[in-house]
């Protein structure tokens, strides 16, 4: 019985203690969520600082500012720094001091003669020690510096080439919502040419001029350009919402980009460009510092065969009185030196020298990697200007139709609803000719990405570009 009560009980506090750890969970949870809701409304605020329609650059400088990609690589570099800093505290001596008080609740004795028995040391006795030591000779210590010193160049790397990938993606994610946004401003036009052509076909159904079925069709139409409609005005949010999220704001923000193309193609033929590439891009400059890191990995191979000195000093001081000399002065020279350990040592230089190898390879391969790339980006280009000349010149033939159908209409030549056709398939030239302006833009900045061309994210630090 007593038995029962006592599980009862126990199993009725693992309850209670499961459900107050729950509990304690939620209220973070909910607290998190809150102040998250709270932390992000002031950025979103603070960044658009009341304007609703953004230009390009000032999406890239929000972006360059709160996206999250971009913090997140700038603390890894500033991570990189420290572990570098770290290193160099190789070099240093080390300074440790040392205190221990020992108490007893007897002096301890040495038996001498019979019952004889005499004390040898004090019942409590306080005693301190320095120690300092000093790397003499240690390879490995200026190696694993050095190649703490190229991480944290690769880590500036990586934090500028995050910086210029999150332009690009701002730059495609500000063009898509633009071309959205004009495909709504050209489905409203169709929209309005469907209804108009409804109300037309509706009043010749009543005279018995037309069936019935026809002007179900004019409703059929215009019902399928409203759904087209509401879709691409959903589309457009989410392409906005989308912006805002890679800007590091609010989802929720109302905001528009601005019609624009502020971007040039980058100047030079084939060739200039992708000289200008191999010289430029960061992930062949992460490249040479990874080969100068599997360098020094060799080297540090070969250090493992040479000693390794360090000297070493020591004063220390106790209470004891049964010492005759309390304070201790000691001075020395340490080494160590791997005379055989199972051929390991040989093994680890030869690994490191084919990893230095495939550092070499891994570099070619990206140099012909970037280098296909720019061809690629340079030819779409390319297609992008032919497509942006055939845009032109289809609205040209566009608008000069709907002049001619326009003074038709003033004549009493032709319906409203073919006017409103004619006038919907000059709206789709424009939106054609919009497109592929945009589309251009896109490319540019693709090309301009590959190339490393100067712009708006570019940043110089100088740890970054050391040999």
Known sequence: MHSSVKFGVLFLLMAVLAGCSTGRWDRLRNKQAADFQQSIAAITEKALGGRSTLHLQDCVDIALEHNLAVKQAEIRRKMAKLERQAAFANFLPTLQFNLNYTALDKAPKSKMFGLLAAQVQDREILTTEWNAQMPIFVPATWLVYDMRRRGAEIAGLVR???????????????????????????????????????????????????????????????????????????????????????????????????????????????????????????????????????????????????????????????????????????????????????????????LARQQQKEAYVQREEACFSLMLSVLQAHRSLQDAQADLVLAKKNLEVACGRLTQIEAQWHEGLIQGSDRLTVTSDRDDAEFTVLAAQFSEQVRIAVLRDLIAAPGTAETKHPETNKP
């Not at 076909?201 to 018995?208: D, F, I, P, Q, R």
């Not at 040479?288 to 060799?298: S, Y």
């Not at 209470?319 to 055989?340: E, H």
């Open 160 to 350: 500028d080439y995050t910086r210029q990938q999150i332009v690009l993606q701002i730059t495609a994610g500000y063009f898509h919502c633009t071309v959205i946004e004009h495909s709504r401003t050209v489905l409203e036009s169709q929209l309005a040419a469907s209804e108009q052509l409804c109300s037309e076909m509706h009043a010749l159904a009543k005279e018995g001029l037309i069936m019935p079925w026809q002007a179900d069709r004019a409703d059929l139409l215009a019902l399928s350009r409203r759904t087209a409609l509401e879709k691409t005005e959903r589309a457009r949010d989410q392409a906005v919402s989308d912006l805002l999220v890679a800007m590091g704001l609010s989802p929720l923000a109302n905001v528009t980009p601005a019609v624009e193309t502020p971007l040039e193609a980058p100047p030079g033929n084939l060739e200039e460009l992708l000289l200008q590439a191999l010289l430029n891009h960061p992930q062949l400059k992460i490249s040479d510092r990874m080969i100068a890191i599997r360098k020094d990995q060799v080297l540090m191979a070969i250090a493992d065969f040479l000693p390794s000195l360090a000297g070493f000093a020591s004063r220390s001081h106790t209470s004891n009185s049964f010492m005759k000399y309390p304070d201790v002065t000691a001075l020395g020279i340490a080494g160590v030196m791997t005379v055989f350990d199972g051929l390991s040592n040989v093994r680890a230089y030869q």
